[in-house]
């Protein structure tokens, strides 16, 4: 199949959730032979979405990456007034300020549209990830008018942008959707009522990766103490800050050698703490081997539709603690019996005792994790079972009879 992916960002400089599950959707489909291609911006951070690559054509892991200039960069002090009105201000909003939201959220893109409308037609299926930025809500549309499948992978929380009217129509377009989670399938559902076929993909993921504790804590003078860790964007939005709070909070009423380790893209660093750890964003091997070490995974975010940080802990038979105000963790944890929810810090206080004072717990938690990831996230089943639903969507007769996507709504 000849396949067009279109993403706000996309290199192996962006640390987003919904970015890389794009590039390694692309790049294990193009391993497997199909014509894959990516269409997105020059930006690397989210924030402003500055031009860091230069535009044009390149090869990426055997993946044809087109990418075009972002017109304006994002100005948060125009955006951020902008953005409070939208999200808490008189309801219902214009339709006119919606959109002038959007184009000023970005990535602006003048050329996105045009060049979907001259090649479009010459791919078997275009897949869109993400609900929220101009690549889909400006992209979709001019797929559908001509004519060509597309499959959007929303990745959508509960959020207050998700209820906007502006997406209203956007989510009539796709041919088909691909939900990370069952929980996100219903919100979506609940939200527009989409009657397209759909599917619950996950994410996939390489199992028996390995990493260094030793070096990892060597490189970052942990010595032999022992540590939880997050994985992921240090952002308020993803729970950062909540985690320090109870973490510190933690340490007060429970002195002792526990640190916790932040392994990510620092938008909004935490406080200087003796008891925390900020690596900043790092290679895959440097993850792995922070991951080795681990007592724990605590997974704080309140919005997530797929947490591919439990995944890649659960590969390496690691416990979790995660947010339980989040409904997509609590499922990820009910359904893999890999963690421990909490709402709350007496909660998450009970839960890191719980894995402190008991490794035989801690242990279990970890082997049910990676019992569950192996048996339905595995690169290789994922893979094929990813392509035959793509070729059905793109209208090919195959038999899907012993895909478990067969008994989704496809």
Aim: net charge neutral; hydrophobic share 40%; charged share 20%.
């Amino acid at each position: 199949m000849r396949l067009l992916f279109v993403a706000q960002r996309y290199g192996r400089e962006v640390f987003g959730g919904a970015e890389f599950a794009c590039r390694q959707f692309a790049t294990h489909l193009a391993a497997r032979g199909h014509d894959v291609e990516v269409l997105t911006s020059c930006a690397v951070s989210y924030v402003d979405w500055a031009n860091h690559y230069p535009s044009g054509p390149e090869t990426l892991d055997g993946v044809s990456v087109h990418r075009l200039p972002v017109e304006h960069a994002r100005e948060d002090r125009f955006f951020g007034p902008l953005n409070a009105r939208v999200i808490s201000g008189h309801k219902p909003l214009p339709q006119y300020i919606q959109r002038h939201w959007m184009k000023v959220q970005g990535p602006w893109l003048p050329g996105l549209q045009p060049w979907l409308w001259k090649h479009a037609r010459s791919y078997d299926t275009v897949i869109f990830f993400t609900y929220l930025y101009y690549t889909t809500w400006a992209g979709l549309p001019v797929v559908r008018a001509r004519n060509v499948p597309a499959v959007l992978h929303p990745t959508a929380h509960n959020e207050p942008m998700l209820y906007l009217q502006l997406f209203d129509t956007m989510f009539r377009h796709p041919t088909a959707f691909g939900f990370l989670t069952e929980e996100e399938e219903s919100l979506v559902k609940r939200r527009f009522r989409v009657r397209q076929p759909s599917v619950v993909t996950g994410i996939g993921i390489d199992m028996g990766l390995s990493g260094d504790e030793g070096a990892f804590r060597s490189e970052f003078g942990l010595g032999d103490r022992p540590y939880l860790l997050f994985l992921g964007r240090v952002d308020p939005g993803k729970g950062s800050d909540e985690l320090f709070d109870f973490f510190t909070a933690y340490k007060q009423r429970n002195p002792g050698p526990l640190m916790l380790v932040i392994v990510g893209e620092p938008v909004k660093p935490p406080p200087t703490h003796p008891d925390v750890l900020l690596t900043g964003f790092v290679s895959d091997a440097v993850k792995q081997s922070a991951i080795e070490g681990a007592l724990a995974l605590v997974q704080p975010s309140y919005f997530e539709s797929f947490s591919m940080a439990l995944t890649e802990c659960w590969s390496h038979r690691k416990p979790a603690v995660v947010q339980g105000a989040c409904e997509v963790l609590v499922g990820q944890v009910r359904r893999s019996g890999g963690g421990i929810p909490y709402v709350g810090f007496a909660e998450f206080e009970a839960a890191v005792d719980m894995i402190m004072a008991n490794p035989e717990l801690a242990a279990s938690l970890g082997a049910a994790g990676y019992d569950y990831t192996a048996q339905h996230y595995r690169w290789d089943r994922f893979t094929r079972n990813y392509e035959a639903f793509l070729s059905r969507v793109a209208g090919e007769d195959i038999d899907r009879s012993n895909s478990p996507f067969a008994t989704a709504r496809l």
